[in-house]
């Protein structure tokens, strides 16, 4: 089923120039027409298709997701009652998901059983198991821009699956291996630039050796280093620079825009998410804000990224990079993240026996299940007489790695663990451990700061944007857990202002990424840490990384 949505946030203001951000997603794109003060006027949304033929391959289809970037493109330009003359750039950003092309551009399949639609492995597929060991198995010194070991989520495990695999339908036909965001930048443009943020954080491009010969040649992808590693991209640019001669006639067409119009050299999704919300200014002036390369960006939905930039490469063990410019050019950058966020909470609502008639409650009074959940943690903590709802878990704990840890152990075994269990199962009970599972994830992210900061980070404030952001639970207990103020940007859909910031730095709005920012980001709401918490947190903490020592001692017992 096809979904469409629209909506109208603002209203167009005479003599503005405006931009326009698409966001391609897991399940969507998404595009938003942007004043040039950062103002989001409309957005329209389009679900795309996925294929899953099989546990652990995901495909998609780079024409199905260009119709729907000219779909939802058109839709907030006619729905915006902009002029297309009126519309300056256009930013893109996507998932790190890998696009093959042919010799003459055509798509190529990357299915086993030849879907000719398929011609994208996407990010979250992780056939190339095997090759990723492989890799890691080399110990080359690249794979310490990558925390230590290469990613499934990155492309050379998936392009030595393809060659291993599917050689004569794929690998010896293809001519052009894309990112996705670079595949929309060559669509719109005809350019064959690649983006710094996707090659160097996806796909081992470092700043002293940019592709590394070496590399490709000890894994076994030495086809690639031929003609300057033009399958893969020989001309890198900074992403927000301008791509090409803008907009081709074709692709003017299709969008309902002017030939020539701006296109920006793109990003991945999290760090153009980064760009969206890391120049936004806390709306309490009292707070001091500190420089670009203290604040950390944290995209939280279904998963969430941890994003620092830094002034020098710093190296963190089980945190991807350092990268050079992959986020704010001039800048190194760390992504450290959690394979399961938001996903994570609704597992565990979801599969409590008391979570139906729990759901018909908040449904009953108009609620979000999480706000609902919340008003029962204030009740027991009310009757209990305690002074703090973070208290109702003093005798129940979690390590929330359900689906492995990414960051800062970097070890896809690990298990989740609860600690506290009784027969209780009220919707008072499914609440305390709703909160015990927030809790988790705010000590998970305290941990990966923790670990950035022994190398050398200095994180002072957070910005949440993503779906999380509007969970209060959620922001608190970051709060209190980090002891760090945590900004919620009043936009509240930093993506699509980031690829908006692309197109408006490539047109020229303002001469760099960074004061298009600091000119467009705007302001945002700020939640303190409950001092008074501090000493509760600190000993669930120490709770915390206890469990993971305790689980690493079950698996030594066992594998004795």
């Not at 190194?332 to 599969?351: C, H, N, P, R, Y």
Request: proline share 4%.
């Amino acid at each position: 089923m096809i979904v469409v949505k629209f909506c109208v946030l603002g209203k167009i203001l005479s003599g503005m120039r405006y931009f326009i951000g698409v966001d391609v997603g897991t399940g969507s794109v998404r595009a938003a027409l942007v004043q040039q003060d950062g103002k989001l006027v409309t957005a329209a949304s389009k679900e795309i298709r996925i294929w899953n033929p099989k546990p652990d391959f995901y495909q998609q289809s780079s024409e199905d997701i260009w119709s729907a970037v000219i779909f939802t493109v058109k839709s907030v330009c006619s729905t915006g009652g902009v002029d297309k003359d009126d519309v300056g750039g256009i930013g893109f950003d996507a998932t790190c998901s890998l696009v093959i092309r042919d010799k003459q551009g055509k798509p190529l399949s990357v299915c086993p059983e030849g879907t000719l639609d398929c011609d994208i492995i996407m990010w979250m597929d992780h056939r190339a198991s095997e090759e990723t060991d492989l890799i890691n198995a080399t110990k080359h010194g690249v794979l310490k821009y990558t925390g230590g070991g290469i990613s499934l989520e990155m492309e050379p495990p998936k392009l030595l699956w393809l060659k291993q695999n599917l050689k004569e339908q794929c690998w010896d036909k293809a001519g052009h291996m894309f990112d996705l965001c670079d595949f929309l930048t060559w669509r719109a443009t005809d350019s064959l630039t690649r983006s710094l943020c996707s090659v160097t954080a996806k796909w081992t491009y470092t700043k002293d050796k940019q592709f590394d010969p070496q590399f490709y040649k000890l894994i076994g992808l030495e086809e690639l280093c031929e003609k300057n590693f033009e399958k893969i991209g020989s001309d890198i640019q900074p992403q927000g620079q301008p791509c090409g001669s803008g907009l081709t006639e074709q692709a003017a067409t299709d969008l309902g825009l002017r030939p020539g119009t701006a296109v920006a050299v793109g990003m991945i999704d999290a760090h153009c998410a980064a760009i969206g919300c890391l120049g936004c200014i806390p709306s309490d002036s009292s707070i001091s804000i500190p420089p670009l390369h203290s604040r950390v960006a944290m995209i939280s939905g279904t998963s969430t990224c941890h994003m620092q930039l830094s002034e020098e490469a710093l190296f963190v063990p089980g945190v991807w990079g350092p990268n050079w410019s992959a986020i704010v050019p001039g800048y190194w950058s760390a992504e450290g993240g959690q394979s399961a966020a938001g996903k994570l909470m609704d597992f565990v609502i979801e599969t409590h026996t008391a979570y139906q008639d729990t759901l018909k409650q908040a449904q009953s009074r108009n609620q979000h299940i999480t706000d609902y959940l919340f008003e029962l943690l204030e009740n027991e903590a009310r009757s209990q007489g305690l002074s703090s709802m973070a208290e109702l878990t003093k005798d129940f704990h979690m390590w929330p790695d359900f689906h492995g840890n990414r960051s800062p152990l970097a070890d896809h075994t690990l298990k989740g663990m609860i600690s506290g269990l009784t027969l209780r199962s009220d919707a008072a009970g499914l609440a305390i451990l709703y909160l015990s599972t927030v809790q988790a994830l705010a000590y998970s992210t305290h941990h990966i700061l923790s670990e950035m900061r022994k190398c050398g980070h200095s994180p002072d404030i957070l910005y949440v944007c993503g779906g999380l952001r509007k969970n209060k639970l959620y922001i608190q207990t970051h709060a209190d857990a980090t002891g760090l103020p945590v900004v919620v940007p009043d936009e509240k859909e930093s993506v699509l202002l980031g690829a908006a910031i692309l197109g408006a730095t490539a047109a020229g709005l303002h001469p760099t990424i960074q004061t298009c920012m600091e000119n467009m980001c705007g302001k945002g709401e700020v939640t303190l840490p409950a001092k008074q918490d501090a000493q509760f947190h600190m000993k669930k903490y120490q709770v915390f990384l206890q469990m993971y020592r305790d689980q690493r001692k079950y698996k030594e017992i066992m594998n004795g």
